[in-house]
C-alpha cells in the first residue's frame, strides 16, 4: 500500500485565521470564519458515510452533463473515471477524509480539483448542495434501510424458531401484571413477532416515499441548464424524480418516518427486554438468561443481572429522543433548505445504528436463553385462571354472560374465603349451587391445557393457532 493521500485544496488568507481549505461557497465573502467558526459549521464528521453515494451520484450526474452536452463527454468521461480511483483508493486507505474539509462534497471536489485541475471544476455544474446531500442521504437510506431490515427479520426469525418449539409450553398470560389466563410461550413470542412484522412493514412504507429522486433541484429552483432529470433518478435507482425542486431539498418526511420506525421498534425492544427482566428474575424465574448475556455485581457475588436487557430498554430512550430532536428541529424552518438540516443526519444514523446494535443483541440473548418451562406452568395452578373459561362454560349453556361472569365472580370468592387455589377445589355438588348448569364435563374443561386448546379462534393461543401465525409470520417474511 502506498502513502496516504491526504486532499488538499489552496489556502485563502483571512484576517481572522481561517481554515486550511477554501470553501466552496468563499467567492462572495471577503472574509471567512475563523477556524474553530468554520469547524462548528462543518459536517464531515457526520457525513463522511455518505462518501461513496456522494461519488455515485457524481458519477451519473457528469455522465449526464456529458449526453447533455453540458460539459465535454472527454471531460465528463475523466471525471466520472477519476471518481471511480478516488473510491478505490478511499477503499484501499490510499486516501484519508480530513476534517478540514467542511463536508464530503467540498472534500471529494477538492479531490477532483487536484487531480484534474479545472476539468474536476465541471462536477458541480447543475446541482447545489441542497439537491446534492439530498440525493446522497436518499442513497444511503435505499441501501441501509433494507440492510437494518434484513436484522430485524433475522430476529424474528430466531423468535419463530422458539416459539414453534413451546407452542404447547404452558405459561400464564397478564394483564395489568397480574395473572389473567393460561397461553404458551410459543403464543407469547408469536405477539413479539407481530409486533415486529408491523415494524418491517413501517421501514418498507417509507422506502416507497422517499424513492424521489432530488438531484436537478438545484438550491430550491432548479436550473436553467438543460439536465435531464428523469436520466439521473432512473440511473440511480429511483421510481422518479422530484416533483417540486423545492420540496425536494426541503423535504425531511423520509427521515422523520424512518426515525419514527426506528422509535417504536426500540419500544417494542424495549418492552419485549421489560418482560424478560421479569421473567429473569427470582420472583418469576420463567427463564434463565445464558452467562454470557448476563453480568454480576461488583459488590455483590451472587447476582447475575440481566444487563443487557436492561441497555436494551434503555437505548430506547435515545431513539425516542432523536425522534424528538428532528421533530423540533424541523418544526420552525421556513420550506426551503436551511442549514439547520445539517443536524437532521446525525439524529438518523443514530437510530439506525442502535436499532441495528439492539436486534443482534436481543436476537443472541433469546437464542441462548433457557426456559423454565415447568415452574411456567405451575404459575397457572392457582390465581383462578380458569375463571373466563368457567363463565364462557355457562354462556354456552344458555346463561346471558352478565350473569355467568357475576356468578364465576361470587364462585372465586368463596373460593378465596375458604383458602382454595382454583375452582376445581369444589365439587360438582357445590358448583351446582351457583347453578344447575353446572356439571360433570366443567372439570376436564378448565384446565390449563384445556383452556388453552379450546381458544382456537384466529388470532388465539391453541396450539394448531400458534403454528398457523408462525406459518404466516414466515411467509410474510421470506423465511419459508
Not at 470553501?23 to 463522511?48: C, T, Y
Not at 414453534?164 to 397478564?174: A, D, E, R
Not at 439524529?347 to 439492539?358: E, G, K, V, Y
Request: with cysteine; charged share 25%.
Amino acid at each position: 500500500m502506498g502513502k496516504t493521500q491526504k486532499v488538499k485544496s489552496k489556502s485563502q488568507k483571512t484576517s481572522t485565521g481561517g481554515p486550511k481549505s477554501k470553501p466552496l461557497w468563499a467567492g462572495r465573502l471577503a472574509e471567512i470564519p475563523e477556524e474553530n467558526a468554520f469547524a462548528f459549521q462543518s459536517s464531515i464528521n457526520v457525513d463522511k458515510r455518505l462518501v461513496f453515494d456522494d461519488i455515485n451520484g457524481s458519477k451519473t450526474h457528469v455522465t449526464m452533463l456529458g449526453k447533455q452536452g453540458i460539459i465535454p463527454k472527454d471531460s465528463a468521461s475523466k471525471i466520472a473515471k477519476e471518481l471511480d480511483a478516488i473510491a478505490n483508493d478511499l477503499k484501499t486507505g490510499k486516501l484519508d477524509i480530513e476534517s478540514e474539509h467542511e463536508d464530503i462534497h467540498s472534500f471529494l471536489e477538492a479531490a477532483l480539483t487536484e487531480r484534474l485541475g479545472n476539468t474536476g471544476k465541471m462536477v458541480h455544474a447543475g446541482r447545489s448542495r441542497n439537491d446534492q446531500v439530498a440525493l446522497d442521504f436518499r442513497l444511503y437510506l435505499k441501501s441501509a434501510v433494507p440492510q437494518l431490515q434484513s436484522s430485524l427479520m433475522s430476529l424474528i426469525n430466531i423468535l419463530l424458531d422458539t416459539a414453534q418449539l413451546h407452542v404447547t409450553s404452558i405459561m400464564p398470560g397478564y394483564t395489568h401484571l397480574q395473572r389473567a389466563q393460561p397461553i404458551t410461550l410459543g403464543y407469547h413470542l408469536t405477539a413479539w413477532c407481530a409486533a415486529l412484522d408491523r415494524d418491517n412493514l413501517r421501514f418498507s412504507d417509507a422506502l416507497k416515499r422517499l424513492d424521489e429522486c432530488p438531484l436537478g433541484s438545484g438550491a430550491l429552483a432548479g436550473s436553467t441548464l438543460p439536465l435531464d432529470r428523469k436520466t439521473t433518478a432512473f440511473a440511480l435507482g429511483f421510481r422518479d424524480p422530484a416533483l417540486n425542486a423545492m420540496d425536494a431539498v426541503a423535504d425531511r418526511d423520509f427521515v422523520l418516518e424512518l426515525s419514527s420506525a426506528c422509535a417504536i421498534t426500540m419500544v417494542h425492544l424495549s418492552r419485549f427486554c421489560e418482560d424478560v427482566v421479569l421473567w429473569a428474575s427470582e420472583e418469576f424465574k420463567y427463564i434463565d438468561l445464558a452467562d454470557a448475556w448476563s453480568t454480576g455485581s461488583s459488590i455483590m457475588p451472587q447476582k447475575k443481572n440481566p444487563d443487557f436487557a436492561e441497555l436494551i430498554r434503555g437505548k430506547s430512550a435515545r431513539t425516542t429522543g432523536n425522534l424528538v430532536t428532528l421533530f423540533t428541529l424541523l418544526k420552525g424552518l421556513p420550506y426551503a433548505y436551511n442549514k439547520d438540516l445539517q443536524e437532521d443526519k446525525e439524529a438518523l444514523f443514530d437510530s439506525i445504528d442502535t436499532l441495528n446494535n439492539c436486534l443482534s443483541i436481543f436476537g443472541g440473548m433469546i437464542k441462548s436463553a433457557q426456559f423454565n418451562i415447568k415452574r411456567m406452568k405451575t404459575a397457572c395452578s392457582g390465581g383462578f385462571l380458569e375463571a373466563t373459561d368457567i363463565a364462557e362454560y355457562l354462556v354456552r349453556k344458555g346463561m346471558p354472560f352478565r350473569a355467568a361472569h357475576e356468578t364465576t365472580a361470587l364462585i372465586v370468592r368463596d373460593c378465596v374465603k375458604a383458602g382454595h387455589k382454583h375452582i376445581c377445589a369444589l365439587d360438582i355438588s357445590e358448583l351446582k349451587k351457583y347453578s344447575k348448569f353446572f356439571d360433570e364435563d366443567i372439570y376436564k374443561l378448565i384446565t390449563p391445557s384445556a383452556c388453552v386448546k379450546a381458544r382456537s379462534l384466529q388470532g388465539g393461543p391453541a396450539p394448531k393457532e400458534v403454528r398457523r401465525q408462525i406459518k404466516i409470520l414466515r411467509k410474510k417474511n421470506k423465511y419459508e
